[in-house]
């Protein structure tokens, strides 16, 4: 098995789970923001990306 084999949606839905923020380490920071600063994008688009993986936004993700 290769990284060619997955599915760029797979790859994708894997970075936006994982996303972590050093913004805020001593509290964590909502998902949306680890997207943000992830894949450089706006906060609206940040929070689609979340639901299109079914993930809430505002949940607060721990710091990497």
């Known amino acids: ?22 913004k805020t380490p001593w509290r964590g920071s909502p998902r949306w923001v680890a997207v943000m600063e992830t894949f450089g994008l706006g906060s609206t688009y940040s929070a689609e990306l979340c639901r299109r993986f079914d993930l809430d936004p505002y949940e607060t993700v721990k710091p990497s």
Do not use: Q, Y
């Open 1 to 22: 098995m290769s990284v060619d084999s997955i599915p760029d949606e797979e790859l994708l839905r894997r970075a936006v789970k994982g996303a972590r923020s050093n």
